[in-house]
């Protein structure tokens, strides 16, 4: 099923929206503009050694990219799943590129300080311990931040589930993408409570804290998938 170009990708979702609107047009641009801001250099090299050093960073940016990208899908997403265009989700989605762009700069500069060598970030002096407490709070808050506006967006989605005539599986997996994006809320949060927290030789473990994220998800789809067998396992009758 094709709708004005785009094809039809969830088999268990009816995507409602049609051509792309201007509120998807100047996201899609925001979100342009934040990888621009994430880009190594934006000189070409014009040497050998600064081609190596900017190599250098390219993990980093890899890394930044992937989650920014992250981000662009579930938006698209939701805009496609439900073609929502209320004075509502215009302000919280003017609310949520105002977040992403407040969070392109710690994230950039979190994961360029990770992969760039212990205890430097950006090629400056080692960071203290409680220079690495305000920057994984701010990196929480951003992030927090983000989720959370996903998660305003979903529930509004599903306040409107009758006026858009959301089916029983469509109804299921908005339901599961309001937790998601609570669980992705709450990850932040514990990341900032831990930086805040934990003694100064262990404030590295806030950072950490995210890959509880993959965790979260992996357990999630492994108990959906189970409940989806089982629910179409046919039913056989006791013996008597």
């Given at each position: 099923m094709r709708l004005s170009g785009w094809v039809q990708t969830e088999p268990e979702f009816r995507w409602r929206g049609g051509d792309v609107t201007r509120i998807e047009a100047f996201s899609d641009a925001v979100f342009a503009f934040s990888v621009t801001l994430l880009v190594v250099s934006l000189e070409v090299p014009r040497s050998f050694d600064e081609l190596v050093a900017a190599m250098r960073g390219f993990p980093a940016f890899g890394i930044c990219f992937a989650i920014l990208i992250s981000f662009w899908h579930n938006h698209v997403r939701y805009f496609r799943r439900y073609a929502l265009q209320s004075a509502y989700v215009t302000v919280l989605n003017s609310i949520l590129l105002f977040c992403l762009l407040f969070y392109i700069y710690p994230l950039k500069f979190v994961f360029s300080g990770l992969l760039g060598g212990q205890g430097t970030f950006e090629g400056s002096?080692?960071?203290?311990?409680?220079?690495?407490?305000?920057?994984?709070?701010?990196?929480?808050?951003?992030?927090?931040?983000?989720?959370?506006?996903?998660?305003?967006?979903?529930?509004?989605?599903?306040?409107?589930?009758?006026?858009?005539?959301?089916?029983?599986?469509?109804?299921?997996?908005?339901?599961?993408?309001?937790?998601?994006?609570?669980?992705?809320?709450?990850?932040?949060?514990?990341?900032?409570?831990?930086?805040?927290?934990?003694?100064?030789?262990?404030?590295?473990?806030?950072?950490?804290?995210?890959?509880?994220?993959?965790?979260?998800?992996?357990?999630?789809?492994?108990?959906?998938?189970?409940?989806?067998?089982?629910?179409?396992?046919?039913?056989?009758?006791?013996?008597?």
């Amino acid at each position: 099923m094709r709708l004005s170009g785009w094809v039809q990708t969830e088999p268990e979702f009816r995507w409602r929206g049609g051509d792309v609107t201007r509120i998807e047009a100047f996201s899609d641009a925001v979100f342009a503009f934040s990888v621009t801001l994430l880009v190594v250099s934006l000189e070409v090299p014009r040497s050998f050694d600064e081609l190596v050093a900017a190599m250098r960073g390219f993990p980093a940016f890899g890394i930044c990219f992937a989650i920014l990208i992250s981000f662009w899908h579930n938006h698209v997403r939701y805009f496609r799943r439900y073609a929502l265009q209320s004075a509502y989700v215009t302000v919280l989605n003017s609310i949520l590129l105002f977040c992403l762009l407040f969070y392109i700069y710690p994230l950039k500069f979190v994961f360029s300080g990770l992969l760039g060598g212990q205890g430097t970030f950006e090629g400056s002096a080692a960071v203290t311990a409680a220079q690495v407490r305000v920057l994984f709070g701010i990196y929480g808050a951003g992030y927090t931040a983000i989720c959370s506006v996903f998660v305003l967006l979903y529930l509004h989605a599903w306040k409107g589930r009758t006026a858009m005539l959301l089916d029983a599986p469509e109804c299921r997996i908005t339901r599961q993408s309001i937790i998601d994006h609570v669980i992705l809320a709450l990850v932040g949060i514990g990341s900032i409570a831990l930086a805040l927290l934990l003694p100064a030789n262990l404030v590295g473990l806030a950072g950490y804290f995210y890959f509880v994220i993959p965790l979260y998800f992996w357990i999630s789809r492994t108990i959906r998938g189970r409940q989806s067998r089982q629910s179409h396992e046919p039913h056989t009758p006791a013996m008597n």
